[in-house]
């Protein structure tokens, strides 16, 4: 089973632009979460979508959004990118069949770099 | 508030020598711990969960084990493919908080031969 992918890998932009990123889950995963990795903050939690609905958002501004599309597939989106916003940005998919707590599983990253 | 403490920060031992990393966490409701560990650059590979206390799993040289306030993560023998940052991570059991994991800030280990 092919595991999460994230595109691009890597991405350089400059302060005020908007970057979209883009996830693929494990297939027959339904929720699909991102997460923004920085050496000073460790990983923190962006949002989590499950059925095309933003279940969780974490504590970031609203330049940070994101969707899921009925496949599964989930987007984010940085606007007005700050230097601040340079981080890995992973994505992480589980099964969510509501029974039990479902691990999630990590794509590679995202790396951006914003100048 | 939920909240994960690990320890130590960095760990260098040598080939053969056992260890154990600590992972301390405060949650209201432990749906589930999660140890992963993540080489540089790359997306945190999943190791172990971790639902109740008394609860061990094991995988090659690693040990996870959980009581109501930590988890340990044993590593027997380790070998320099071991190096590399541990990360812990709960679920809290709240349905406003599903999806989301809070994440120590890891413990980096470098295994030398």
């Known amino acids: 089973k092919a595991g999460v992918t994230q595109t691009p890998r890597y991405l350089i932009k400059t302060r005020g632009q908007q970057v979209t990123l883009s996830c693929s889950p494990i297939?027959?995963?339904?929720?699909v979460s991102w997460y923004q990795q920085t050496p000073g903050q460790g990983l923190q939690f962006l949002f989590e979508?499950?059925?095309?609905?933003?279940?969780n958002k974490g504590n970031f501004p609203g330049r940070f959004s994101g969707r899921q599309f009925s496949n599964s597939r989930s987007e984010m989106n940085v606007s007005t990118l700050e230097l601040g916003d340079s981080a890995l940005y992973l994505c992480?998919?589980?099964?969510?069949?509501?029974?039990?707590?479902?691990?999630?599983?990590f794509g590679p990253g995202t790396r951006l770099t914003v100048l | 508030e939920d909240q994960v403490t690990q320890s130590p920060e960095a760990l260098r031992l040598q080939e053969g020598e056992s260890s154990s990393l600590n992972c301390s966490y405060t949650v209201s409701g432990l749906r589930g711990l999660f140890w992963y560990r993540q080489d540089p650059g790359k997306g945190p590979e999943f190791l172990f969960t971790l639902y109740s206390a008394g609860e061990e799993k094991e995988k090659e040289r690693l040990k996870a084990t959980l009581t109501k306030k930590e988890s340990f993560l044993h590593i027997t023998a380790p070998k320099p493919e071991d190096s590399a940052t541990y990360l812990c991570a709960v679920q809290a059991r709240r349905g406003s908080t599903l999806g989301r994991l809070y994440f120590g800030r890891g413990t980096q280990l470098t295994v030398w031969p």
């Open positions: 297939s027959g995963h339904r929720s």
């Open positions: 979508y499950f059925s095309e609905t933003q279940r």
């Open positions: 992480a998919s589980s099964p969510d069949r509501g029974l039990a707590s479902d691990t999630q599983y």
